[in-house]
């Protein structure tokens, strides 16, 4: 059975039936759209395309398929927090940034998955962190929609706008011209979104008191498109906007499987006013056997075509997880204070995992003596 049939397999047994056909607008094809997370995507698709065709053939298909799995947690989990720093440049900026200037979002990982209670306590704290600043991310989707709508029936705006496909940042760049008031034709749609958010602040007072507050609030946000975008979302309601992020991280993180990159766990917090305890469900990153075996096969491959595997040392190994992906094991993600000691064992910990793993070598604790070793050999090509 070959690779593209088996990950069909394990599509269907997630959704519970076969998958459909791919359809747009009618048709079977699905339109090329380049992604505007630029350098992830690239990075993913290297990755992925470079591990099928190196071992393929010589990982046992069952752990081939597990490893498999782990690629596309890692990918996915790079590619969705690198779109939503895009999306912030952008409502910042109103520009893309170009593919050099994309980083990835930075989360801690906790190396013991878990069993040290001060490094999960890190982990959790740095997913929540992350969890928070999304909430930034449906308003600026929904202020994008919005200038969306406003372009695209707008005459002249229309006439001269690029195209969406197959890339959209230059429509996204036109956006946000507009979002900016950097073009003339921008501020009478400006002033007619200022007179549309005067009418629907007077039909939520009464029964969306908070939605219309935003929409008045011009000395926080003087920007009327943001403000009627804050507003829309927050009527949206948590359901449709927090969960489903929540939902879509879960499954892209494999959360609590074997071969997961996420784990999450009940906690119980009191409230300061009423004491009672509250239920809530803390995330982490974490690193199954499954990801570090996955990891150090792929980065030791050799950068051109070859049978051999490269040389890794651990220091390199560890700068690639958080330069690359923004896994964060040595080094501390910008804003979350983590003591030196933390993350000395952290590290150590990961170091003595990749031991058991068979996947590390060295007979001191000088860094440049410890390698990476991967277990399986490169396909023959």
Not at 77 to 94: D, I, K, N, Y
Not at 127 to 153: G, K, N, Q, S
Not at 156 to 165: A, H, K, Q
């Amino acid at each position: 059975m070959s690779v593209d049939q088996l990950l069909t397999i394990r599509l269907a047994q997630a959704l519970g039936q076969a998958p459909d056909h791919n359809r747009s607008e009618g048709g079977p094809w699905i339109p090329n759209q380049l992604p505007i997370a630029e350098r992830s995507a690239h990075h993913f698709s290297e990755d992925i395309r470079r591990f099928v065709r190196a071992y393929a053939g010589e990982i046992p298909r069952h752990a081939f398929v597990e490893r498999l799995e782990a690629c596309m947690a890692v990918g996915l989990f790079t590619v969705l927090p690198a779109v939503m720093e895009v999306m912030f440049a952008w409502v910042e900026t109103g520009t893309v940034p170009e593919k050099d200037q994309q980083f990835p979002a930075e989360l801690f990982v906790d190396a013991s998955g878990g069993l040290d209670a001060d490094l999960r306590s890190v982990a959790e704290a740095s997913f929540a962190d992350w969890m928070r600043r999304t909430e930034r991310f449906h308003t600026a989707l929904m202020a994008a929609r919005l200038l969306d709508y406003l372009v695209r029936y707008d005459r002249e705006l229309r006439r001269v706008s690029p195209n969406s496909r197959p890339s959209a940042r230059p429509w996204l760049d036109r956006l946000g011209a507009v979002l900016h008031l950097r073009l003339p034709e921008a501020e009478p749609l400006h002033r007619d979104l200022e007179r549309k958010a005067i009418e629907l602040r007077e039909r939520l007072e009464t029964e969306h008191p908070e939605a219309a507050m935003m929409l008045e609030d011009e000395r926080n946000e003087p920007n009327v498109v943001l403000r009627l975008a804050k507003s829309l979302t927050l009527l949206l309601g948590p359901s449709n906007t927090r969960s489903k992020l929540t939902e879509l991280a879960d499954a892209i993180l494999l959360t609590n499987r074997v071969n997961r990159l996420g784990a999450k766990r009940d906690v119980y917090r009191k409230e300061a006013t009423m004491g009672k305890a509250v239920r809530e469900v803390a995330r982490s990153v974490v690193f199954s056997d499954a990801v570090l075996d996955y990891l150090v096969h792929l980065h030791a491959l050799p950068a051109r075509q070859g049978s051999v595997h490269r040389p890794l040392s651990f220091k390199e190994f560890l700068d690639i997880l958080r330069d690359r992906y923004g896994l964060c094991v040595h080094a501390a993600p910008a804003g979350l204070p983590v003591s030196h000691a933390l993350l000395q064992r952290n590290q150590a910990i990961l170091e003595a995992r990749l031991r058991n793993l068979g996947l590390l070598l060295g007979v001191n604790d000088a860094e440049s003596m410890k390698r990476l070793r991967p277990r399986f050999p490169i396909a023959e090509r």
